[in-house]
């Protein structure tokens, strides 16, 4: 009786849902998912170094945007003298306009835009933004001389439609040529990076105040 | 009988089938990781982009409003000459010299590299390839009142940059505007609508 209870061992292997893994397996399976993983991580990595990029990108175009619309639109055409970089100095000495310089060179180049004379302003500056990045704003002047109107069959030259302006030239038109300069790398100057970016704009701002 | 039938039910798959569950999960992975991996760098690349076309946007945006300027001055300098173009009604456009590409004074154009942080900076070239021009400019009606003689003038200017010039035309952007200026035909003072 009790000997036929006694089933005999048997050699048969255990389901396989009850086997488990293999110190092998476990570490392949490790290895497959850090193959997959890793390029993940490194562009994770640099989508957060393009993320800075891109941001100072839009913070040189919003800046950029700001004084060019100030010297297109808000700053009288006389006060925008030519030179690389250009001189603000009204030639009038209109004290509400030397008031109007003077708030607004702050805000356009924060720093390093003052001129040789007490009034007088450089168009550049050196700009820090929130996260410590450095952008460095240069305007040119450019008066255009030789500039000339047809219409109706006839020609009329600058100097036959307005008088000399206070440098002396008959000038109707004034380039300006805008550029910003940043380094990727917080607090460098980017005069003295050689992996510095720069955007440009460029604008024809005519005497329309006569 | 019945209660083999129901035995086999509940059992877990076979070993076989399970196996196979494996090569189910690991595609489903490997698709999911891929869709992520997608999304990053599809998001990455539009921000890039999207700033590029924000800048190329605000390039042609200051050269349109550069040729508006410049049809302004034309307009407050030669008030009565413009007037006499449409009356004589030769001209569909008096105003067709305004335009970048035509005065070599004005061209947008670069040529070689440039950089204003230089002591050497070329005054006839510029940083990127761009134009404006006066695309059309009509009379849109006259106002007498007393002395006082106004013309209405409705002007579009089209302005242009082509970002990878000189390599190729392509992929250019534009800007427009289309305005009426009200202008004193005697005095070239001018008003909005």
Not at chain 1, 28 to 54: D, R, S
Request: glycine share 8%.
């Amino acid at each position: 009786m009790t000997t036929r209870s006694i089933r005999p061992p048997t050699l048969r292997p255990r389901p396989a849902q009850g086997r488990g893994f293999t110190v092998v397996e476990v570490m392949i399976a490790f290895l497959v998912l850090g193959a997959v993983l890793l390029p993940v991580f490194l562009f994770l990595t640099n989508a957060m170094k393009e993320t800075e990029q891109f941001y100072c990108e839009a913070a040189a175009i919003s800046r950029a945007k700001f004084v060019m619309d100030a010297m297109m639109f808000q700053i009288p055409w006389r006060c925008i003298r030519a030179g690389n970089p250009c001189v603000f100095d009204d030639p009038k000495k209109v004290p509400a306009v030397g008031s109007l310089l003077q708030a607004a060179m702050p805000l356009m180049f924060e720093t390093g835009y003052d001129g040789p004379r007490p009034g007088t302003f450089k168009g550049e500056g050196l700009i820090k933004d929130a996260k410590g990045f450095l952008y460095r704003i240069r305007v040119a002047c450019y008066d255009i001389e030789d500039l000339d109107f047809k219409i109706g069959g006839k020609i009329f030259p600058a100097a036959r439609l307005t008088s000399k302006d206070a440098d002396g030239r008959y000038t109707l038109l004034k380039k300006l040529v805008l550029q910003v300069r940043w380094s990727l790398t917080k607090g460098k100057d980017p005069l003295s990076d050689p992996q510095a970016k720069n955007l440009f704009l460029v604008g024809y701002k005519a005497d329309l105040e006569r | 009988m019945k209660r083999q039938e129901g035995r086999a039910r509940v059992d877990v798959p076979a070993p076989r089938q399970r196996r196979g569950m494996a090569v189910v999960v690991v595609l489903a992975f490997a698709v999911i990781v891929g869709v992520l991996l997608f999304a990053l760098v599809s998001s990455s690349t539009t921000i890039g982009s999207q700033n590029k076309l924000t800048l190329h946007q605000l390039q042609a945006y200051y050269l349109a409003h550069s040729g508006m300027q410049h049809v302004q001055l034309k307009l407050r300098l030669l008030p009565r000459e413009t007037y006499e173009a449409f009356a004589g009604g030769s001209d569909p456009n008096p105003y067709a010299d305004i335009s970048s590409d035509d005065q070599a004074s004005l061209l947008v154009c670069p040529n070689g590299p440039f950089d204003l942080f230089t002591d050497q900076v070329p005054k006839d070239a510029e940083p990127f390839r761009g134009s404006y021009r006066c695309e059309s400019f009509r009379l849109s009606g006259t106002h007498r009142r007393m002395k006082l003689v106004q013309d209405a003038y409705r002007i579009k200017i089209v302005a242009e940059v082509y970002p990878k010039f000189p390599a190729s035309l392509k992929n250019h952007v534009a800007d427009v505007i289309d305005e009426e200026i009200i202008v004193s035909r005697f005095t070239g003072g001018i008003g909005g609508p």
